[in-house]
């Protein structure tokens, strides 16, 4: 079901539309802009950490009549949108469809940042009467197109390699394998395909690099290790910026021993664990590399007391 979204408008107009296909244009009331609009396309979540994000509210809380013009503004992909007049001005209802029911595309693909700002000025009680943002709207798009649009229009902050890939559909042969196996085995992975994602570990284990590195090792046609003169292991263990058809479909056929790549990298962690729990010599801890503050999450949900770096497994081979 479709869920409408009212945004209280200065101004707004419908551009030159085509087809099914039809752009707005608004100047929009911040005090009263809608902070649940979901962010579906955006191709990474808003982290109120970096510097952009401070700066946006900086700007609400020191000038925001000057908001309209220091703000890049929101771009949102909806299902439908239609101008409305009321007796206190004019609103814009934007329908998107729901994300739980396999709709990607609808939602802000840009200015989430901004978004999670006006969140936070409510919550910090500041004054927003004067501020304003520009708002485009498109709707009519095929998902393909958003989520390019999503990926040229982020460039104010950087953005990771692995949100390009993600954004581009370069990982859902990944996702549709990973949603298999947790039906399959009752397990639920937490991967990260994208920058600030929420509800997933941060470490570099539970990033969809790491599985594709595990996969590259795996790769036994390309690296033997049973033949002498062979390439015994990868000598880059970067992921490609751009997985082309090749490389998908090299990653595709090694997607069944993920399963055993992940077993073989939680028994190693368990391993340590177990060394410096009982070490060899007692009180004399000598792995190199590992440091006994901090913790080691795996995708499986696995947690380990210790800090060890990510390529510790890797490279791995089944035997």
Not at 177 to 196: G, H, P, R, S, T
Not at 221 to 234: A, E, F
Request: hydrophobic letters at 35%; aromatic letters at 10%.
């Amino acid at each position: 079901m479709p869920k409408t979204y009212i945004i209280p408008v200065k101004s707004v107009a419908q551009l030159h539309s085509f087809g099914s296909h039809k752009f707005f244009v608004a100047t929009a009331i911040v005090e009263s802009f809608p902070t649940d609009l979901p962010l579906t396309p955006n191709i990474r979540e808003p982290n109120k950490k970096v510097s952009i994000f401070k700066e946006i509210l900086e700007t609400l809380n020191s000038a925001p009549s000057k908001f309209f013009d220091r703000n890049n503004g929101i771009k949102i992909s909806a299902y439908k949108a239609k101008i409305h007049k009321t007796s206190s001005g004019e609103e814009i209802h934007i329908e998107c469809l729901e994300d739980s029911e396999g709709y990607t595309s609808f939602g802000v693909y840009d200015g989430g940042h901004t978004i999670a700002a006006f969140s936070t000025a409510r919550t910090q009680k500041i004054d927003l009467t004067k501020a304003l943002v520009k708002v485009e709207i498109t709707c009519g798009l095929p998902e393909d197109e958003v989520a390019v649009n999503a990926l040229t229009a982020n460039t104010t902050s950087p953005i990771d390699n692995r949100s390009k890939v993600n954004a581009r559909g370069g990982y859902d042969f990944v996702k549709r394998f990973i949603d298999q196996l947790e039906d399959e085995l009752d397990i639920k992975y937490k991967v990260a395909y994208y920058q600030n994602q929420s509800g997933v570990p941060k470490d570099p284990r539970c990033s969809v690099q790491h599985l594709c590195k595990i996969l590259i090792c795996l790769d036994r046609v390309k690296y033997d290790y049973s033949s002498t003169g062979r390439s015994q292991h990868p000598f880059s263990l970067a992921v490609p910026q751009f997985l082309s058809s090749k490389e998908t479909e090299r990653l595709q056929k090694l997607l069944p021993l993920l399963p055993y790549g992940l077993w073989i990298e939680r028994e190693l962690y368990k391993s340590m664990e177990k060394y410096i729990t009982n070490p060899a010599v007692k009180g004399n801890f000598n792995l190199a590399s590992i440091s006994l503050s901090g913790n080691s999450l795996l995708a499986d949900g696995s947690a380990f007391g210790f800090k060890a770096p990510a390529v510790l497994s890797l490279p791995i081979r089944v035997c």
